[in-house]
């Protein structure tokens, strides 16, 4: 069955350290959504492609992160410098399309702890 | 702006019984989507039921059901026959088609054998 796959699992950084998170989709799937999930709370879109585009990224923090797919395919997600707030679990999912209802499908995460 | 509210953080049931967990959301929109999420501990997230808001008809999948008040924008599950496998924690969450989805804040669910 197919899944997302998303790398490394855990992660353990120091301030002002820079972290990098790679993401593969479901073959064949078009968007990819990278959520952040704080512990105790619901994952929150960062942001989302379609193909290689950028469609939404109004909640990225965009001073610190920074995100690309460049292949329209696997996509990686950096934060430079992190800061203990980020300290999260961050999600991959990825559907297949533009139009209409497509069901999202869920990566394992990646959990990051910032010291 | 949309938003999703589950005001329990937690329940627990006894297993083989019943629970409802309760979720409400808002939004002006008419066409949208409505789901339940399981998120088992450390495991990943997976869809467990899903409302498209044009059905009246309530989802059902297997033992799970859901409550879909459109008016009173009430999105309830219902899990029948509780299994210890149902011990997680449980997004609500609304999409507009093929947009983000917006969570609630989640409810872990304990099963008591």
């Known amino acids: 069955e197919a899944e997302v796959a998303q790398s490394p699992r855990y992660k353990i950084t120091e301030k002002s350290q820079a972290v990098a998170f790679w993401c593969d989709p479901i073959s064949g799937h078009a968007t990819l959504y990278w959520y952040r999930q704080i512990l105790g709370q619901g994952p929150e879109l960062l942001v989302q492609?379609?193909?290689?585009?950028?469609?939404?990224d109004s909640q990225l923090p965009k001073d610190r992160f920074s995100a690309e797919r460049l292949k329209g395919v696997d996509s990686t997600l950096k934060i430079q410098p992190a800061e203990l707030g980020d300290s999260a679990m961050y999600l991959c999912?990825?559907?297949?399309?533009?139009?209409?209802?497509?069901?999202?499908?869920f990566g394992p995460g990646t959990r990051l702890t910032v010291l | 702006a949309q938003t999703v509210t589950q005001s329990q953080p937690e329940m627990s049931v006894q297993e083989a019984e019943t629970v409802t967990l309760s979720c409400t959301y808002d939004t002006s929109e008419s066409d949208y989507y409505l789901f339940w999420y399981k998120q088992p501990p450390s495991r990943q997230m997976i869809l467990v039921i899903r409302q498209e808001a044009y059905k009246q008809q309530n989802a059902t999948e297997n033992r799970f059901s859901v409550n879909f008040q459109k008016a009173a924008k009430s999105f309830s599950l219902k899990i029948s026959d509780s299994q210890l496998g149902d011990a997680a924690m449980y997004f609500c969450?609304?999409?507009?088609?093929?947009?983000?989805?917006?969570f609630g804040k989640g409810i872990t669910l304990s099963v008591r054998p």
């Open positions: 969450a609304y999409q507009r088609a093929n947009s983000k989805l917006t």
């Open positions: 999912a990825s559907s297949l399309g533009e139009f209409g209802y497509n069901e999202q499908f």
């Open positions: 492609f379609q193909d290689e585009s950028v469609v939404d």
